[in-house]
């Protein structure tokens, strides 16, 4: 049986496809599995370049936030009149030397952004803990605040009292304030007292001045004022005029004036003759003296 040369060529063709087909499926087998042994180092390397990005840029949000706290807690503290505390100095010298190494590396190793992220946890439990230090001396000085206010207070409180109480002790008081009235005999025409109002010519004052250390010594104008029982200030004409009185105006009778020199002093007696009739009833004379009160008596007329 002789062999047909047509279909042993065939058969030969058919094999050599076969193996060249054998051979593509190979090199195709071998480049698709060394383009994914590539895409997988680029997505490991991807992978670690974002965590190695995120890891920094979480760790300079962090150190950030310290400094924005540490600015926060200075502004608190000069607010309050409180000097910065020198460990709280240092500690945000040592944030911002961190945040200079982080942005200065460009390429940082997860071990040493871990490192980082420690030294920033440490630091921030210490500005939590000089936090509660400063908001205590915060409250202190708060307090103190208050306390000198208060004295303060207190000490215009008794400013003020002793201004008063040197003011009372500079008043001049009268002593041995008399009234008298006086009427002309007709006989002799020496003069002589009288209760009857319709009798009497003329009133007769006379007081002395007490001795007084704390006052100053000089010149002084005494107001005389007699009021007469219709609540009236008696005056004749011109003679009277006004004079302040617990921050208001006041008429007086007359007046006097006299040195004083801190030792008692008696003021000669005056007299005052009204030019209209009296009335009966009771007749007051005050004295003031720089818009004070020295003293005062009552005389009662029939």
Do not use: H
Not at 24 to 52: C, D, H
Not at 155 to 170: H, T, V
Not at 197 to 205: H, N, Q
Request: aromatic fraction near 6%; charged fraction near 25%.
């Amino acid at each position: 049986m002789q062999n047909n040369p047509e279909k042993n060529n065939s058969k030969t063709l058919l094999y050599i496809i076969i193996a060249i087909l054998l051979l593509l499926n190979v090199g195709l087998a071998y480049l698709w599995q060394t383009g994914n042994n590539k895409q997988e180092i680029l997505t490991v390397s991807n992978n670690e370049m974002k965590a190695e990005l995120t890891g920094k840029e979480e760790a300079l949000m962090q150190a950030q936030l310290l400094i924005d706290q540490y600015r926060a807690d200075s502004l608190t503290l000069a607010e309050n009149n409180i000097a910065i505390s020198s460990e709280l100095v240092a500690k945000k010298n040592e944030i911002a030397k961190l945040v200079a190494r982080i942005k200065s590396d460009t390429k940082l190793s997860q071990s040493t952004i871990n490192e980082l992220n420690m030294q920033l946890e440490d630091l921030r439990q210490r500005i939590v803990e000089l936090e509660s230090e400063n908001a205590e001396l915060v409250a202190r000085n708060e307090m103190l605040q208050e306390e000198v206010s208060s004295l303060n207070t207190e000490n215009d409180a008794l400013a003020k009292q002793g201004r008063i109480l040197k003011s009372f002790a500079e008043r001049l008081q009268s002593a041995d304030l008399k009234i008298e009235t006086l009427k002309k005999k007709w006989l002799t025409g020496k003069e002589t007292g009288t209760v009857r109002a319709k009798d009497v010519e003329a009133f007769r004052i006379s007081f002395s001045i007490a001795d007084n250390n704390f006052a100053q010594p000089g010149e002084r104008t005494i107001y005389i004022k007699i009021t007469s029982p219709e609540g009236v200030t008696m005056a004749n004409g011109n003679e009277g005029g006004t004079f302040d009185y617990l921050d208001k105006s006041s008429r007086y009778t007359y007046k006097v004036s006299t040195v004083f020199e801190r030792e008692a002093k008696t003021i000669p007696a005056t007299i005052w003759k009204p030019i209209q009739g009296l009335s009966s009833g009771q007749y007051t004379v005050e004295l003031y003296c720089e818009g004070y009160r020295m003293g005062s008596a009552i005389l009662n007329l029939l």
